[in-house]
Structure formats: structure tokens, C-alpha cells
Nanobody, 113 residues
Framework: QVQLVESGGGLVQPGGSLSLSCVVSGSASNGYHMSWYRQPPGMQRGLVAVITRDSITNYIDAVSGRFTISRDDAKNSIYLQMSNLKPEDTAVYYC???????WGLGTQVTVSS
């Protein structure tokens, strides 16, 4: 059974940075297109960034230029480097295998002074 475990969330001041990690277990990550989603308080879960098996990336406009998605298939992991964080980035961040129903449990990111 494939499982995803996120880590790296926390509390950060506006303008700060955080790096999230997602480890894939039960299968090799190199066969998957992977993504990060987020769910702000009281809102629906939405896509943040995608990385294909060939490491082609795509971002929503709200994070483009501030967030970087990457992968290290040797470590069965994907990452989300977040910089210049804003209060509106506050959310639970989820790792996801595209075209599947596999999700991690999420990690909380809170941006507040």
C-alpha cells in the first residue's frame, strides 16, 4: 500500500520561509506525477504545484515565483520550498499522487506575526 507522509510545517512570520517534505513509502516515487495541495481554514482543498515524472513543474499564480516544487526519486521524496510567505498561505498542506486517491495526512503551515 502506497503511503505519503508530510513534514516541515510550522509557524512562521510574514516574509519568512519554510520547506515541506513528503516521503513516499510502499512504492517508488519515480513512476508518479506528484503534487502539493493546500486547504485554508474554512475553505476547500486546492492545487498549489505539480511536478511530473520528468520534473516538469507548474504552479498556481498565487505562489508562482515564491514556491518551488522539486523531487528526489533516490529518496522517494518531493519537496515544497516556500519563501516570502504571506498570511494567506496559512493552510494544511497535503502531498498527493496525481491520478490516484493517495493523499498524505497533511502538515499545518501558519503564517502570522
Amino acid at each position: 500500500q502506497v503511503q505519503l507522509v508530510e513534514s516541515g510545517g510550522g509557524l512562521v512570520q510574514p516574509g519568512g520561509s519554510l520547506s515541506l517534505s513528503c516521503v513516499v513509502s510502499g512504492s517508488a516515487s519515480n513512476g508518479y506525477h506528484m503534487s502539493w495541495y493546500r486547504q485554508p481554514p474554512g475553505m476547500q482543498r486546492g492545487l498549489v504545484a505539480v511536478i511530473t515524472r520528468d520534473s516538469i513543474t507548474n504552479y498556481i499564480d498565487a505562489v508562482s515565483g515564491r514556491f518551488t516544487i522539486s523531487r528526489d526519486d533516490a529518496k522517494n521524496s518531493i519537496y515544497l520550498q516556500m519563501s516570502n510567505l504571506k498570511p494567506e498561505d496559512t493552510a494544511v498542506y497535503y502531498c498527493h499522487i496525481e491520478r490516484s486517491d493517495v493523499w498524505g495526512l497533511g502538515t499545518q503551515v501558519t503564517v502570522s506575526s
